[in-house]
């Protein structure tokens, strides 16, 4: 019922930062959490980080746990990943997705998910 459309990927640095945005459209966008997930080249889907509906509390994979930060702007229905320090090994494509209440738990697999958006990190 949420379409997720993402961007802000694209070429950076070793070391330097990258912010990734998720557009979200349909009836509901604010009485969701949401997520970010990562996937690499004959790597299974990673979990990035996810964001209640007030964004009031956040978990972080612990790859990227000091490095990445999610919030989200609900009246702009937009979710953000700032990601900094980045790494080669954070290469992948990102993919935005809404669990199917306000709240997630973890192993919860979302419900809804965008297209992706690539990240490439040179070295």
């Known amino acids: 019922q949420v379409q997720l459309v993402e961007s802000g990927g694209g070429l950076v640095q070793a070391g330097g930062s990258l912010r990734l945005s998720c557009a979200a459209s349909?009836?509901?966008?604010?009485?969701?959490?949401m997520c970010w997930f990562r996937q690499a080249p004959g790597n299974e889907r990673e979990f990035v980080a996810a964001?209640?509906?007030?964004?009031?509390?956040?978990r972080y994979g612990d790859s990227v746990k000091g490095r990445f930060t999610i919030s989200r702007d609900n009246v702009k229905n937009t979710v953000y990943l700032q990601m900094n320090s980045l790494k080669p090994e954070d290469m992948a494509v990102y993919y935005c997705?809404?669990?199917?209440?306000?709240?997630?738990?973890?192993?919860?697999?979302?419900?809804?998910w965008g297209q992706g958006t690539q990240v490439t990190v040179s070295s």
């Open positions: 349909g009836r509901t966008f604010s009485g969701y959490a």
């Open positions: 964001i209640t509906w007030s964004g009031a509390s956040t």
């Open positions: 997705a809404a669990y199917s209440g306000k709240d997630y738990y973890i192993g919860q697999i979302p419900g809804n």
